[in-house]
């Protein structure tokens, strides 16, 4: 089992930036691939962006490539995402996930609220 705990989520003007962490215990050795997901109220759920474990490799979703960056901290056993030049379309709560194949997301945190004021 893995358990993840997001924090960093609040209020911001349009343009500015959070930074989201995803702190993870538990059988983390597992966690090969890392995302942040979000979710805007009425929409689904929707991939942001990911990082591999070993080697770092990234991958974002178009809407945010650009302006936000994933990156990990493996001996603290924590992924971060810096949003930056945010926008009201960001607003959503925003969930980190981790699993052992890349789109295969096993464990989930319980979600942190962005909300972006325009």
């Known amino acids: 089992q893995v358990q993840l705990v997001e924090s960093g989520g609040g209020l911001v003007q349009a343009g500015g930036s959070l930074r989201l962490s995803c702190a993870a215990s538990?059988?983390?050795?597992?966690?090969?691939?890392w995302g942040w997901f979000r979710q805007a109220p009425g929409k689904e759920r929707e991939f942001v962006a990911r990082i591999v474990r070993t080697d770092g490799s990234t991958y974002y979703a178009d809407s945010v490539k650009g302006r936000f960056t994933i990156s990990r901290d493996n001996a603290k056993n924590t992924v971060y995402l810096q949003m930056n030049s945010m926008k009201p379309e960001d607003t959503a709560v925003y969930y980190c996930a981790t699993g052992g194949l890349v789109g295969a997301y096993t464990y989930w945190g319980q979600g942190t609220q962005v909300t972006v004021s325009a």
């Open positions: 538990g059988r983390t050795f597992n966690s090969y691939i």
